[in-house]
């Protein structure tokens, strides 16, 4: 594809606002997060800004680096991780239909997916070189806790886009903007919808083991190794993990959104042009907010941490089975 | 399953009121006989001095007034190190005039130093 | 002198070449431990052996005893273990009262039983909440603690103090009378309490079975052999409690059982500890029913320090706190100070042989489950 100058220029735009606005809009939802959590737990919690007090206080700090990590390493995880966490987004629809994503022909859905994985293997790079045994042990968790969500995920990719190559065949069903506009919920029966039920349950399940938070916070569990993987970081660098975690939760938001819940509000209300893009961005910033709160704030409330086997057989045994079975009734009455 | 049951307990609590009380803006009422701050009524003082020597962790000493007022006030009476004190109220128990009463007040964190000991003064001058 | 020297890099060990053992301290400087430290040895995620490692909350409890008198040593013997304040004082006063041979009035008698089971009731709601932040569970330790502070309001209302009692329940008696309106205010913390039990069992199946099953298992012989007292004791299946085997105050005349588990894991402490919460509010309310009228205090006021003796002999007492069986044994020559004061804390040897038991062969993942299940307070190991 020849890239024109006005196109590269669009691109470069386009990036810098999608990072700021993502990342605004990640730690918007965390202080979302933390204050209806609180409020589940009969307190007032933080004021909802706090996620944007804790970043600015953290970038004013010193970084205290120890003795024996390996320093490039260490300092480049952080950078590496959030770097890779805004490309992810530019591969997905952000905002709805209106806002094609900005590297749209250059990348598909199975791209996505493994893209998810960098900022994961930064993370446990990072780990690692503190040398710390804490961190050792937190990185080890995270990469097992990393390869037992693969294939959940891969699962739940693979069928949605199967099942568009049944009904659109010829088209290039991995793509992303295509996904996002041909939902799929009108076009299967009723084994249709309980299969795409039960892949939807095994993206919110995965979610949380993407996320670091509980039950699959096991890479960080405060009272077991005292922050584990990220128990060396101080300062500029674990404010660069904490913007980077704010717009993973947006990433993977967005992505389940667009897997599953890809639904523009502007066609039902009848308004159109600049206005209905408004409207759907944000249809889309609420269908987010509700994804946000699902998988992230409720479990959290709800359950306890879960232990590295039991996180093993959650995954491999019954969320994969779970995916499968949702494949198979997905794809199969055709 | 209990998950369920969970999360409508997490649901009723989330629309009720929190447990929270808005400090300093509410507050709860301190109830009476709370040990706070000692408050000498000096022209009740004997200078027994048990106040003195019932105190666990040494903090009345009985000390004698500034020039000024040892003619009213001739004999030794207690001053307070609140640094040490652990807000016991053994004094407060001891003492067979009922002098050294401990009030409500519990606001006695301070920047300044001297404010900590508690010296005996006539009425009007602390 | 230069740095190396100073920070004392010289405690870890270098990793060599295809060794996988390394010691990790589960240590004082941890958020996962309390006061308290454990160093292990671990391979791979396994524990190979572990080393309890006391003496970081010591005070000199026994020596600073020594040199005050028994009233002045009231306010001390709340800071044995502050999480049960009232169920300490209440063993040194005990302790006292067998040495002056004093005759305690009935009132004080019920007003201390109440405090103690009170005392015992937020002891419980304080485990429960720590038990769940350490496996992970944030809502049960929020909800926990703010439930507790509804307990602390009646102390304040009734001993002076929310958390340091400073001797309420000293040598003779209880030091101040029941204000007005008690009653009423310890009946509803009572409901709120009950309250937070049922939220407990709502929140059962979700927290506590699916990591604390099966985890940590003590059979009856070790636990016989170790040591163990209390709900530790009861949850391996021996139906034991100093407070019917070997009554004090009025015991003897309440009504309440002793709840027992079979399978000694962390879970059956777990279910141990939320029966003893139900039979201390049952408790409460009879003593509340029953309460007499008199005198709180024998003698009623304070005698001065330089004036009273202490007959001589010598008393060993055990009561029955939250955490076991705690006992004091004091010894008196005839003066006006204790002679010798020895404090036995039901966690000395819960927190070193038995813990140490446990945690050989667990895995990491199971060391808060196990450690927390176990109720311990390095305050009275320490002393």
């Not at chain 1, 922050?227 to 947006?250: C, I, P, Q, T, W």
């Not at chain 3, 920070?7 to 006061?35: C, K, L, R, V, W």
């Not at chain 3, 007003?111 to 569970?137: C, D, K, N, P, T």
């Not at chain 3, 002076?160 to 310890?186: M, N, S």
């Amino acid at each position: 594809m020849i890239i024109t100058s006005g196109a590269a220029l669009g691109a470069v735009i386009g990036t810098i606002g999608l990072t700021a606005f993502a990342i605004l809009c990640g730690l918007l939802y965390k202080g979302f997060d933390r204050k209806i959590a609180a409020h589940m737990q009969s307190r007032i919690g933080p004021p909802v800004i706090q996620p944007f007090l804790d970043v600015s206080k953290l970038m004013i700090k010193d970084t205290v680096q120890p003795e024996r990590a390996l320093t490039w390493l260490y300092n480049a995880a952080p950078i590496m991780c959030l770097a890779s966490t805004i490309t992810v987004l530019l591969y997905l629809p952000f905002g709805g239909m209106a806002f094609t994503p900005i590297l749209s022909g250059y990348g598909d859905l199975i791209l996505v997916v493994y893209l998810l994985m960098l900022p994961a293997l930064a993370m446990v790079a990072g780990g690692f070189a503190s040398s710390s045994p804490l961190a050792t042990v937190g990185a080890q968790r995270k990469m097992i806790t990393m390869m037992s969500y693969e294939f959940p995920l891969a699962v739940v990719a693979i069928a949605i886009a199967w099942k568009l190559n049944h009904l659109y065949p010829g088209e290039s069903v991995f793509g992303l903007a295509f996904i996002y506009s041909h939902p799929l919920w009108a076009h299967v029966g009723p084994l249709g919808i309980v299969g795409m039920l039960l892949l939807l349950f095994s993206i919110i399940v995965v979610t949380p083991g993407q996320l670091a938070t509980v039950p699959f916070d096991i890479c960080e569990a405060s009272p077991e190794i005292a922050e584990g993987l990220v128990a060396e970081y101080s300062g500029r660098n674990f404010a660069l993990f904490y913007l980077a975690d704010a717009a993973k939760m947006v990433a993977i938001g967005t992505l389940t959104i667009a897997l599953f819940f890809p639904y523009d509000i502007s066609p039902l209300i009848g308004i159109k042009g600049p206005a209905g893009c408004f409207v759907d961005f944000l249809f889309f910033l609420l269908k987010l907010f509700l994804v946000v709160m699902f998988t992230v704030t409720l479990t959290r409330v709800a359950m306890a941490r879960l232990k590295v086997s039991q996180v093993l057989t959650t995954y491999w045994i019954v969320t994969t089975a779970i995916a499968v079975v949702g494949l198979i009734l997905l794809v199969a009455p055709h | 399953m209990s998950m369920v049951k969970t999360i409508e307990v997490l649901f009723e609590t989330l629309f009720s009121k929190p447990m929270t009380v808005k400090f300093p803006y509410e507050a709860i009422e301190i109830p009476e006989g709370y040990r706070g701050e000692h408050e000498l009524d000096i022209d009740k003082c004997v200078s027994c001095g048990l106040c003195a020597e019932i105190c666990p962790n040494r903090a009345i000493e009985m000390v004698e007034l500034p020039e000024e007022y040892k003619e009213k006030y001739p004999k030794t009476y207690p001053r307070v190190d609140l640094r040490k004190c652990c807000f016991c109220a053994l004094c407060q128990d001891i003492c067979p005039r009922k002098c050294l009463p401990l009030t409500k007040n519990v606001f006695l964190a301070t920047p300044d130093p001297s404010a900590v000991i508690k010296n005996p003064m006539p009425k009007g001058q602390e | 002198m230069n740095e190396k020297e100073l920070i004392g890099t010289e405690q870890i060990e270098p990793i060599t070449e295809g060794e996988t053992e390394y010691d990790f301290y589960f240590g004082p400087a941890h958020s996962g431990s309390g006061n308290f430290g454990v160093r292990l040895k671990i391979d791979g995620e396994k524990v190979i052996a572990a080393r309890a490692d006391p003496g970081y909350l010591h005070r000199g409890f026994e020596k600073l005893m020594e040199y005050r008198v028994p009233m002045q040593n009231a306010v001390l013997s709340d800071r044995v273990c502050i999480l049960e304040a009232l169920n300490w004082n209440l063993v040194h006063a005990e302790a006292v009262d067998e040495l002056t041979g004093v005759e305690v009035p009935q009132r004080a008698r019920y007003i201390r039983v109440l405090m103690a089971e009170l005392s015992r009731l937020q002891s419980h709601l304080i485990w429960y909440g720590v038990m769940s932040l350490a496996l992970g569970f944030d809502t049960g330790f929020k909800m926990a603690f703010g439930y507790r502070d509804y307990i602390l309001d009646v102390f304040e209302l009734i001993t002076g103090g929310r958390v340091y009692p400073a001797g309420y329940i000293c040598p003779g008696g209880v030091r101040k009378d029941l204000p007005e309106g008690y009653e009423a205010k310890i009946r509803r913390v009572l409901d709120q309490t009950e309250e937070m039990m049922q939220k407990m069992k709502h929140f059962d199946n979700v927290v506590f079975a699916r990591r604390a099953k099966g985890v940590g298992v003590l059979n009856l012989e070790d636990a016989l052999r170790l040591g163990t007292t209390g709900p530790v004791l009861r949850a391996c299946g021996m139906k034991t409690d100093v407070r019917k085997d070997d009554p004090y105050e009025i015991y003897d005349g309440l009504d309440f059982d002793t709840p027992t588990e079979k399978e000694g894991d962390a879970y059956a402490r777990c279910l141990v500890r939320g029966k003893e919460m139900e039979e201390s509010i049952r408790i409460v309310k009879q003593v509340l029913d029953r309460m007499p009228e008199g005198k709180v205090r024998e003698p009623a006021k304070i005698p001065p320090p330089s004036r009273v003796k202490i007959p001589e002999g010598e008393v060993y007492v055990r009561n029955e706190l939250a955490r076991g069986e705690g006992c004091i044994y004091m010894r008196s020559v005839g003066g006006r100070e204790p002679y010798r004061v020895k404090i036995r804390g039901p966690d000395f040897l819960h927190m070193i042989p038995v813990l140490e038991h446990l945690l050989k062969g667990a895995q990491i993942a199971d060391i808060p489950a196990i450690y927390w299940s176990l109720n311990i307070c390095p305050a009275d190991m320490d002393r």
